[in-house]
């Protein structure tokens, strides 16, 4: 009897931690390119293409390596070279609203965020200096890897916190974020534009395209009176040709006047 129950206890908590882990999936491994790693509870194994990601893991990335993410609800994370990047919160309530967080440590991710029907539904990411709040849109985030990258790349203990500040610079593809700095300040990042926020919440946003210039209309000068008088002679001369010739009125009618021509722009 007493085995029997501890098999049972046993089986139930091998499904429980199962099924936990499965609710905690945050997406999918879809390509690999070099040295790409996950690291857990201070162990770190080689990311494959098809392997899961679960809450409160944390991709690696070595030099001239990349990797791309699927998330559940269909986003795309492409993760650069020389990148850290930790799943820090995946959630779902019971109306189906998903919240997931990202921490950036350093490196490069490009997020293709799927547009959120749920108004409750939240996709956030942060760094050293900036929290980013997204509803649907194409963006990058950029952070300076540190000096001593080669012994924090392993690192358990490495954390938001207990790194040095990075500028953190977004660069915005498509739709609409909102940043907020160290200060609580908050900036809408519209598409089109660069933005950089340092330690010291100084923001700067620049646009990515020049700006588009019109063209010039080319004003055409209203005849003169020595142009009028110069047409009225040449059609005079004009018309006296085509009498002596014998042309009757309607030939005279179809007379063509050619005026100068402009060259006040330089043209030949």
Known sequence: MNTFYNISCL?????????????QQVGTIERVSGDVWLMEEGKAWR?????EVHHNHTIITEERSITRVELMDGSLLNIGANTRLKLQQYAKDESDASTMNFDVLWGNVRYFVKKMVDPNSAFNVKT?????GVRGTEFEVRMPYPDNI???RFSPSASLSSIA???TTVDMEEGLVVLTDLKGNEYELPAGTITTVDADSNVVQVSKYPPVVQPRPIEIPVP???MQKTAAHAQKAGAKAAISTGA??????????????????GGR
């Open 47 to 51: 990311l494959q293409q098809g392997d």
């Open 248 to 265: 009757n009125a309607s030939v005279i009618q179809n007379v063509t006047i050619t005026p100068p021509r402009f060259s006040g722009f």
């Open 165 to 167: 500040l990075q500028t």
């Open 128 to 132: 050293t200096t900036a929290a980013i």
């Open 224 to 226: 003169t009176v020595s």
């Open 11 to 23: 089986f139930m908590l091998v499904f429980m931690g199962s099924s936990a882990s499965f609710a």
């Open 150 to 152: 080669s012994g924090l």
